[in-house]
């Protein structure tokens, strides 16, 4: 069974380049194969019965020729000579003399002149000679009526049509079936063609798409088609002013970092110097002086913050990749850093090991742990869970939550929730989460937790202690 939302991917595409490259193709073909379809029936339709009514007016009026020449001689041979007229194999002739207002059907217990039009016998015995197309036991026929006036007679002969009919059918349901052929090889066209405009497309797509994933190394294929070559060249030459300027930024921010880190530490230093004589100054200056050093932290931890995406930024440095029992490695950060307090529990086996940066994943689980401390008083659960794809560590708070339109920005770099406005802190804690759990190949994201705080979690791709163990940059 198809699900409802692949039903409407599958609309949806179909509602884009190629669906109506295919749907013009088809179009335009049937339109096309229909139209022309429409004037060859047409044109033979009208050929065939032309030709049929050319030979059967020319028979009728030679079979009257025979029956003027044979009435004027004796009329009482009337009855004899409809006997052995010769008309065309099921069609029939009836003979009407005037002076005796009498019928001579060809064959009397099947045809007689009231099997054919009314109005048709009239207006032949009011001399005036025509034909007409009628049907008959549901068979067409056309009826030649000669006024024979030299004789005071009229000569009526009927020929039938499901010769022609039958031809016309034939032809008309193989037209039909040609018309469905052309517009299915046309869509059939129209998909092929399509493929082959759009796979350029796709391949500005795929790159784009690792473009967007990091790799700015990553360029589009010289062209030979002068179109499509300006268009990777172009592209190129975007992708390389991009990189250009994500370069010079983060070059720029990891200069600052630097340069700002030298004389951050010198501050820290002077602060720790003087917090040992704090309690000789005044008590204005001494919270002068605790506004100061609580800046200067402040201002330390931003900096250090800002050197280590620049680092991620960078892909500086080497992944050290163990073998690690994940809830035990994770308890043990929240023990070693003082947040023993906060409720932990794992649905992971004891035995169930992976291999993972554990650099990596300490600063993931200090990050959330500090960020809930300082933001939203506190954590109140670590868990972490797995299956066979990937594993999670979820943190839960007892603060008042992140509202639903702040949790995607919230991981943004210097972006604050409503409830942090206020506090201390860099605002690029969650930030390198984020960096942190794309570099373990998952991702970070808010919910909120049962008892109406947030719950941040972290998914990481599982990598068992039996596959190759690739290193990933920093």
């Known amino acids: 069974m198809i699900s409802r939302a692949a039903l409407v991917t599958n609309l949806r595409n179909w509602r884009g380049l190629r669906g109506r490259m295919i749907l ?27 030709q049929r009514t050319e030979f059967a007016t020319r028979q009728a009026f030679n079979n009257a020729q025979l029956v003027r020449t044979v009435i004027s001689l004796n009329s009482s041979d009337a009855g004899d000579l409809m006997s052995n007229i010769r008309s065309e194999r099921g069609g029939y002739a009836v003979l009407h003399l005037g002076d005796s207002d009498s019928f001579y059907p060809q064959e009397p217990l099947r045809f007689t002149q009231s099997n054919m039009p009314t109005e048709f016998v009239a207006k032949t015995l009011s001399g005036v000679t025509g034909r007409q197309r009628f049907l008959f036991d549901g068979e067409p026929y056309e009826a030649v009526g000669v006024n024979i006036k030299a004789i005071d007679a009229q000569y009526f002969e009927a020929f039938p049509l499901s010769d022609v009919a039958r031809t016309l059918s034939t032809i008309r349901n ?25 796979r350029p497309l796709r391949r500005v797509t795929s790159v784009a798409t690792d473009i967007a994933s990091g790799g700015l190394d990553i360029r589009l294929a010289d062209e030979t088609d002068p179109e499509l070559a300006r268009l990777a060249t172009s592209f190129n030459n975007m992708v390389d002013a ?18 700002l880190r030298s004389p951050v530490t010198a501050l820290a230093a002077a602060i720790e110097v003087l917090q040992a004589r704090r309690d000789e100054l005044s008590e204005r200056n001494q919270q002068a002086f605790d506004i100061i050093a609580t800046q200067v932290r402040r201002f330390d931890r931003t900096v250090l913050d800002l050197l280590e995406l620049s680092r991620l930024d960078a892909g500086a440095g080497a992944t050290n990749e163990e073998t690690i029992h994940l809830a035990k490695f994770v308890q043990q950060v929240a023990t070693r850093h003082g947040f023993s307090e ?8 004891s035995s169930d090991e992976i291999i993972l940066d554990r650099r990596r994943i300490e600063r993931i689980v200090l990050n959330l742990l500090e960020n809930a401390r300082d933001h939203a008083g506190g954590a109140t659960a670590i868990l972490v869970t797995g299956d066979q794809n990937e594993l999670t560590i979820s943190i839960e708070d007892q603060g008042i939550g992140v509202a639903q339109s702040e949790r995607d920005r919230i991981f943004e770099r210097f972006a604050r929730g409503t409830s942090s406005r206020n506090s201390a ?5 969650l930030a390198i989460v984020q960096e942190h759990a794309r570099a373990l190949h998952g991702r970070a994201w808010v919910e909120t937790s049962s008892s109406g705080g947030a719950r941040f979690m972290v998914s990481i791709a599982r990598k068992s202690p039996t596959e190759t163990n690739e290193s990933q940059p920093l």
């Not at 991009?242 to 340069?259: G, K, L, N, P, Y």
């Open 24 to 50: 013009y193709f088809s179009l335009a073909s049937f339109a096309a194969a229909l139209a022309l379809s429409i004037v060859t029936y047409a044109s033979t339709r009208t050929y065939l019965l032309k």
């Open 174 to 198: 193989t037209l039909i079936l040609g018309v469905l052929l052309i517009t299915l090889t046309a869509g059939l066209l129209g998909l092929s063609i399509s493929n082959r405009v759009l």
């Open 242 to 259: 991009v990189q250009s300027r994500i370069q010079r930024e983060t070059r720029f921010a990891s200069d600052v970092s630097h340069e």
């Open 342 to 349: 906060v409720n932990f529990r794992s649905t992971l086996d």
């Open 425 to 429: 802190g860099s605002g690029l804690g």
